[in-house]
């Protein structure tokens, strides 16, 4: 799954990067990004692309209730296409979720250390994302939520964790925001792992398992995780 991840660049960057026009608020640099949390966004409608900012954790259109946000904040890629909660968004609401790292935990003996997984050539990674707007019982005011698409993890991810984040290449971007691509065989192609030797994963401080905890220390590498983990795997 991934439930935790970092964002860096400025939104102008994104921007220029996703060649999108900005919609949004840049809140600065953010390194401990958690479900329910407003989180940027690439979306493509009428032929703009823009960023936006949308809720973590969709909200399918036919909800009565909001919460059922709260466990989706993942789709995995291999029901994403069948399943009532992202059918339609996969169909006709697709979304970039830039991302900077994300966070997983590794076992050590009794305690999990949590890594940091990102580029090796340290570009933003374009996460495959589904986007819905929901409206409120009570008003009138549309929510717009988003959810990040995993798939099985690569021989790099695999000794961390089970799933990952599926990573888009540069050439599926354009067909993933697509909102007039419709070929469920197509897409299905770009839920694939990332190449193995794309990520690099290092132990961080157990800082990021608090979400009040959002500066530059959680990323710094945790020479303490690292004897945790050489000491788990020693005979």
């Given at each position: 799954m991934c439930g935790r991840y970092g964002v860096e660049p400025e939104y102008v960057q994104l921007a220029l990067r996703y060649q999108a026009v900005v919609d949004a608020i840049d809140p600065g640099p953010r390194y401990n990004v958690a479900p329910s949390q407003d989180v940027p966004v690439i979306v493509e409608r009428d032929g703009v692309r823009s960023l936006t900012h949308h809720r973590w954790g969709l909200i399918p259109f036919w909800a009565k209730d909001a919460s059922i946000g709260n466990r989706l904040i993942n789709a995995r890629a291999e029901t994403v296409a069948t399943l009532p909660a992202f059918r339609d968004s996969f169909a006709h609401r697709r979304c970039i979720v830039p991302a900077?790292?994300?966070?997983?935990?590794?076992?050590?003996?009794?305690?999990?250390?949590?890594?940091?997984?990102?580029?090796?050539?340290?570009?933003?990674?374009?996460?495959?994302?589904?986007?819905?707007?929901?409206?409120?019982p009570e008003t009138t005011e549309p929510v717009h939520t988003c959810t990040i698409i995993t798939t099985t993890a690569n021989e790099a991810m695999a000794p961390i964790h089970d799933r990952m984040p599926v990573i888009l290449d540069d050439d599926a971007l354009r067909p993933w925001l697509d909102p007039t691509l419709a070929d469920i065989g197509e897409l299905q192609r770009l839920l694939v792992p990332c190449a193995d030797d794309?990520?690099?994963?290092?132990?961080?401080?157990?800082?990021?398992?608090?979400?009040?905890?959002?500066?530059?220390?959680?990323?710094?590498?945790?020479?303490?995780?690292?004897?945790?983990?050489?000491?788990?795997?020693?005979p």
């Amino acid at each position: 799954m991934c439930g935790r991840y970092g964002v860096e660049p400025e939104y102008v960057q994104l921007a220029l990067r996703y060649q999108a026009v900005v919609d949004a608020i840049d809140p600065g640099p953010r390194y401990n990004v958690a479900p329910s949390q407003d989180v940027p966004v690439i979306v493509e409608r009428d032929g703009v692309r823009s960023l936006t900012h949308h809720r973590w954790g969709l909200i399918p259109f036919w909800a009565k209730d909001a919460s059922i946000g709260n466990r989706l904040i993942n789709a995995r890629a291999e029901t994403v296409a069948t399943l009532p909660a992202f059918r339609d968004s996969f169909a006709h609401r697709r979304c970039i979720v830039p991302a900077s790292r994300f966070y997983e935990w590794r076992r050590a003996g009794k305690v999990k250390v949590p890594h940091a997984i990102q580029r090796n050539d340290g570009f933003p990674m374009s996460f495959a994302g589904l986007w819905s707007s929901w409206r409120s019982p009570e008003t009138t005011e549309p929510v717009h939520t988003c959810t990040i698409i995993t798939t099985t993890a690569n021989e790099a991810m695999a000794p961390i964790h089970d799933r990952m984040p599926v990573i888009l290449d540069d050439d599926a971007l354009r067909p993933w925001l697509d909102p007039t691509l419709a070929d469920i065989g197509e897409l299905q192609r770009l839920l694939v792992p990332c190449a193995d030797d794309a990520l690099y994963a290092y132990p961080i401080s157990r800082l990021v398992n608090d979400v009040r905890n959002d500066s530059p220390r959680i990323i710094e590498p945790d020479p303490y995780g690292e004897e945790l983990l050489k000491s788990a795997v020693s005979p």
